[in-house]
């Protein structure tokens, strides 16, 4: 609202004498009364409090006081414009002279009634709030409060309200009760913030503001109950669509503002802190960020942030109030503010959370038990279907038995007793792999400050025990910031922060891609495992110790691959920042940030020399295995030898080592004037960045991890990867420096308070782009409006009115996407020869130059309405349109260049959407409070031009796939028909026929079907809380609607008797004439599945990709319940608690999807090292000293 509450009350003294005493000096012309009123409290050292009145207190006025006493300064500057005002002690009250009735607004209470006393503190920290002003609603009679934020009022009835008013917080009113003893706390500046808008760069006026702007409480952070700021944001603002796709610390959330702006680049915000850019510690591919690769839980910038430290977080998000962040802020900015010290009483906080993580459950999920999964293994045992050469490779519970017969290490009758006996296992190997994880959380932090100086410490610790086997977490940080008033006129912030992270995670190796299928070797995700694994398997055997069945041709037990197949992760970050506002004069200062921060992010993924990993390159049991293990290695230059191992002791360590060095320095000058009804805000200044990343890793072989980490490595398996077609690097390294140069600018016109004009302009230059002059620097620039209509004087009357605002803006905006280099790119090597002697050293070039590569660009227009009613509802309804053109991607180039892609500026495509905010106080009494945020966005995205001729396999992936007039995430699916004659699926043709002889590579589109887009089209949360006394309560409910997912794949070529198979396989083709009843094919033998290979049929990717394999992926969530409690005063006030407050919260508690996905969790990709979020459970304690 219009009025912003300024309290400038402190101490007491005697004021009859020194009211005379005062003089001012002061002389100006057209000076706002605002600026009179400043320097008469910094010469007369009382303090003023008023409420705000934009429109009164910029009235210019011209003044020359020489001597003057302070009654007649005050007679003359606010009696004379209809103010009146109140001295008490050293305190100056100032209000609108009343319309009516003039004595009724101060008069002094007669009744007698009891003395009232109590305490006054920091809602958050329970400091103690040193003279804050307590005031009898409607009379004279007030005190201040003392050292300790003590009060005393005397003769004060029942029913009474109490005004506390406090430099900085929100003034509060307490109805006087029965209670005599009182504990009054006020909200702090954190929430103040809502009537300002903080850009990293600038801190506006919320009314003069044109851009679009969504606020985080801090609050709601802390009932989010997430360690990982990224994951709480969901559901917060509209527009902002967050998915968390893992629930694995230290893996990206999926935030989106307002769609994609990209298909191939750098789709994600731009996160800044204290005004300074936090990039990520590890430079990877976009299209790496959710893949589940070891690298993806180093990929995020915000992993180390202490969520305690977080004073507000607001987002940008049209081109208007992203402007200042040019060609880095075309995905939004996320702007983070920390907590700073404050003037007082030192005070000290400490908090805790201990949660508990629920495992996930096999019932969530249709997959057949020990009985039905046996009996399947017999009848395809019976119908001669079991394709024993597989089980060389891998087998599970029957196959296991069948090796043992074949040896004879069973009798027949010893064998169909274990075939009984593994029809009752029913393995739930989400028990055996997960555990409910005891979790803790401490942060403590210390404010304290003068005048002259003020400090904020504070440090956190975090460990998370794992759900799994051999996994856990520990995250350290600390933060120190110290401002200090060197002058009226020059002023320093430091800022020193340092955190680190230690995790450990089953090993994953990085997904690769076949056939066009992707694919994960070795993958031992728990959770896959225990979703796909059959449950007539088991972990131990009769005596207690581990059974072994077969995997990669080599003994395999899923726990204790866990425990010798893992990831380390070590992060380490150091931030230091210093910034500087020198005041010039009181309408122009230079503000400076110098900033730099340094990041060490390290992997080690160890695989033993007990692990099945290592066993797998040395598996050579017989001829057969020898054969066919890929693993194994035939020596060039011996075309007569075995295949030998290369590992034929010690394990495997793939070490990826990233140091990041990260730059920032930053000049503004802002120039604020004020002419009469003329108010302008003139800002410029240039900005320099870099960041550079310093990559090695490497693949060693022969790793003694239990011998002390010694090392036995083969040259051959360095010779293997020099050689081999699917070998790996054996080192590798890489420098990558970014450097950027920006300029900008920014005007503010606002014109009777009511109409304000925004232009900005900024240029960005990078040395990412190409060589070409034209294309290294990038303009942009937005023009913004916005309309205070509730200043108008046609509404003045309305009450029901709180405020109404429209604005609007349009501009443009840019992006890096990121993939490719200008440069040429060529690597040394040699050439393969068998004869060492002719071996030849060679260039090759990778990469072709690319001096025309231009920037990503986007022109982006945005209109809002925003309405307050009956000071109990705030509504904001917006719509933007975005057009994103020049879009980077790999393009298929003539070979007769030598190069069979090229990255270039290849496609268009477009956003529209519009959102909703609506915030509500429906009980807002003395006891009890009831609040709603309501939060709706919807977005629609097409691609509007794109050069490709993919292939099915590729438009059909899991993930969605961009084509011309659909959305860049477009799900894909091929038309399911109906099973033939011999139980295989068909599918509709483009020509309308029924096939299922066609080629994966085949580009003939037509014969897809669209599904949807695989994002949801909208998104957004209901937040209800409510407050009684010293108890709140919150409830989350987040959804999402509008998107297709595809099902788990479902049919196979060969049904490997270690798989879980889905209970619908029960009623799959059997017999023909099924196809009339069943859509579920039938089970495929090795004969026929060699016909389908040889005849190029693909029935079983197209089955597990056809339209029948599409589930909504529209849900609702209901995301967290928190139950806290304020302990009363009177049972902690013989300690130094100021403050003791309990919670109880509930994350992730109850999913409505799909009935399709049995237990597919909706949002969730799981792959390698993620995981989906499961329920959990918090208790945690709140101090304040």
């Not at 004498?17 to 005062?22: E, G, H, K, P, Y």
């Not at 956003?911 to 709706?936: A, H, R, V």
């Not at 969730?1164 to 993620?1170: D, K, N, T, W």
Request: net charge neutral; charged share 20%.
């Amino acid at each position: 609202m219009k009025l912003t509450i300024c309290l400038l009350l402190m101490s007491f003294t005697q004021v009859s004498a020194t009211l005379f005493s005062q003089t001012i000096t002061f002389s100006g012309k057209r000076v706002s009364i605002e600026k009179v009123l400043r320097e008469v409290e910094k010469q007369s050292g009382f303090n003023l409090f008023y409420k705000y009145d934009e429109s009164l207190m910029s009235k210019s006025v011209d003044v020359d006081f020489k001597n003057v006493q302070l009654h007649t300064v005050l007679d003359e500057i606010l009696v004379k414009n209809g103010l009146v005002y109140k001295i008490d002690r050293k305190t100056i009250t100032i209000n609108r002279k009343p319309v009516s009735n003039p004595s009724s607004s101060v008069r002094t209470i007669q009744e007698q009634s009891d003395d009232i006393k109590g305490v006054i503190v920091d809602r958050h920290t329970g400091e103690p709030l040193v003279g804050a002003t307590v005031r009898v609603k409607g009379t004279s009679i007030g005190v201040a409060a003392d050292e300790n934020g003590a009060f005393q009022l005397r003769n004060v009835k029942n029913g009474s309200t109490l005004e506390i008013i406090y430099t900085g917080y929100q003034s509060r009113e307490f109805v006087v009760g029965n209670d005599r003893d009182v504990r009054i706390a006020l909200t702090g500046e954190s929430d103040s913030l809502d009537e300002v808008v903080i850009t990293g760069y600038q801190t506006i006026d919320k009314r003069t503001f044109t851009g679009s702007v969504g606020k985080v409480n801090p609050d709601d952070l802390a009932t989010a109950g997430f360690s990982d700021v990224g994951k709480a944001l969901q559901g917060m603002v509209a527009g902002v669509a967050v998915e968390n796709t893992s629930g694995t610390f230290g893996t990206k959330s999926k935030i989106r503002i307002r769609g994609n702006s990209s298909i191939s680049g750098n789709q994600e915000p731009l996160w800044v802190i204290d005004g300074v850019v936090l990039d990520d510690p590890v430079n990877i591919n976009p299209n790496q960020l959710y893949s589940g690769d070891a690298a993806t839980m180093l990929s995020s910038a915000i992993s180390g942030i202490n969520p305690d430290d977080i004073e507000d977080i607001q987002i940008l998000k049209d081109a208007s109030a992203t402007a200042m962040y040019g060609t880095q802020a075309v995905n939004g900015v996320i702007v983070v503010t920390t907590k700073k010290g404050r003037v007082g009483k030192t005070a000290i906080s400490y908090k805790n959370n201990f949660s508990l993580a629920m495992k996930p459950t096999i019932r969530d999920f249709n997959v057949m038990n020990s009985k039905q999964r046996m009996e399947f293994s017999e009848e395809l045992y019976e119908k001669n279907l079991v394709d024993f050469t597989n089980m060389n490779s891998t087998y599970g519970a029957f196959g296991k038995l069948q090796y043992q017969l074949s040896r004879k290490e069973l009798t027949w009758d010893q064998y169909y007793d274990e075939i009984q006996r593994a029809k009752t296992y029913n393995t739930d190997w989400f028990d055996v792999l997960f555990r409910n994880s005891v979790n803790h959380e401490h942060s403590a932090s210390i404010s304290t400050g003068t005048e002259k100086a003020q400090f904020y410490m504070s440090a956190s610790y975090f460990r998370d025990n794992g759900q799994t086997h051999n996994q856990h977490t520990d995250r350290y940080s600390g933060n120190f910031r110290g401002n200090f008033n060197i002058s009226d006129n020059f002023s320093i912030t430091g800022t020193l922060y340092g955190s680190a992270r230690n995790q450990r995670l089953f090993g994953a190796f990085d997904e690769t891609e076949s056939g066009g299928l992707p694919q994960r070797d070795f993958d031992i995700n728990p959770y896959t495992y225990a979703r796909t694994t059959s449950r007539a398997m088991r972990p131990y055997d009769d005596d207690g110790n581990l059974e072994y069945y077969r995997a990669n041709f080599a003994p395999f037990n899923i726990i204790h691959e866990m425990n010798n197949n893992f990831v380390d992760v070590a992060l380490k970050e150091i931030r230091f920042q210093v910034d500087g506002l020198w005041k010039i004069t009181n309408n122009l200062n230079l503000a400076t940030i110098l900033s730099a921060r340094t990041t060490s992010a390290q992997s080690e993924h160890i695989s033993t020399e007990l692990s099945n990993v290592a066993q797998s390159y040395r598996a050579m049991e017989n001829t057969a295995i020898r054969s066919a293990n890929g693993r194994l290695y035939n020596d060039p230059n011996d075309d007569s030898q075995f295949p030998i191992s290369v590992l034929p002791r010690g394990g495997i360590i793939i070490l990826d080592n990233n140091q990041g060095e990260f730059y920032t320095f930053r000049n503004t000058l802002n120039y604020k004037p004020v002419f009469h009804n003329h108010s302008f805000d003139l800002m410029g200044g240039s900005e320099i960045r870099q960041r550079k990343y310093d990559r090695h890793g490497f693949t060693g072989y022969g790793l003694e991890y239990y011998r002390g980490l010694t090392s036995s490595p083969d040259y051959r398996a360095i010779q293997r990867d020099q050689f081999a077609s699917n070998g790996s690097p054996y080192y590798g390294m890489g420098l990558n420096v970014h450097r950027e140069a920006s300029f900008f600018a920014n005007l503010a016109y606002t014109f009777k308070n009511r109409y304000n004009l925004t232009l900005s302009s900024r240029a960005d230059g990078s040395n990412r782009l190409g060589a070409s002059e034209r294309f290294r620097f990038l303009p942009i620039w937005v023009v913004g409006a916005s309309w205070n209509v509730d200043d108008e004087a046609f509404l003045q009357g309305v009450e029901w009115l709180d405020f109404l605002k429209v604005r609007g803006s349009y501009g443009t905006r840019g992006n890096i996407s990121g993939l490719g280099s200008p440069e040429i790119l060529a690597y040394y090597g040699t050439t393969t020869r068998f004869n060492p002697d002719n071996v030849e050293e060679i260039i090759s070039i990778s990469a072709p130059d690319n001096p025309h590569l231009q920037w990503e660009k986007e022109k982006m227009a945005n209109a809002a309405l925003e309405f307050g009613l009956f000071k109990r509802a705030s509504v904001t309804l917006e719509w933007y349109h975005r057009q994103n053109y020049d879009l980077i991607g790999n393009v298929q180039v003539s070979r007769v260049s030598g190069f069979s892609t090229k990255t270039m500026n290849w496609a268009d495509m477009k956003n529209e959407g519009f959102e909703i905010t609506l915030n509500t106080k429906n009980i807002d009494n003395t006891n009890f409070k009831w609040s709603t945020l309501f939060t709706f966005g919807y977005n629609y995205n097409e691609v509007t031009r794109l050069q490709t001729n993919a292939a099915v396999v590729r438009q059909t992936v899991d993930r969605g796939a961009p084509l011309e007039g659909r959305p860049v995430t477009g799900l894909y699916s091929f038309r399911f028909a109906t099973l033939n004659a011999d139980g295989l699926p068909m599918f509709y043709t483009s020509s309308g026929g029924l096939s299922n002889s066609f080629s994966r590579y085949s580009t003939n589109l037509d014969m897809l079907q669209y599904e949807g887009s695989r994002e949801p089209l909208g998104s957004g949360g209901l937040t209800n809380q409510f407050q009684y006394k010293g108890f709140q309560a919150s409830f989350l409910f987040t959804y999402a609607y509008g998107n297709k997912i595809r099902l788990n794949p479902f049919f196979e070529r060969y049904y490997s008797d270690v798989m879980a198979l889905d209970g619908e396989l029960a009623n799959r083709w059997t017999t023909p004439g099924d196809e009339r009843y069943t859509n579920i094919p039938r089970i495929v033998e090795a004969e026929t599945r060699t016909q389908l290979i040889s005849a190029n049929a693909e029935p079983f990717m197209a089955y597990n990709r056809s339209d029948i394999r599409v589930a909504s992926g529209s849900y609702v969530r209901f995301k967290n319940v928190m139950l806290a409690y304020d302990i009363p005063t009177r049972l902690i006030q013989r300690t130094n608690i100021n403050n003791l407050k309990v919670t109880a919260q509930a994350q992730n508690i109850v999913l409505w999807a799909d009935p399709k996905l049995r237990g597919q969790d909706p949002e969730a990709i799981v792959s390698g090292i993620s995981i989906p979020m499961t329920t959990n459970y918090t208790l945690g304690l709140t101090m304040n000293f």
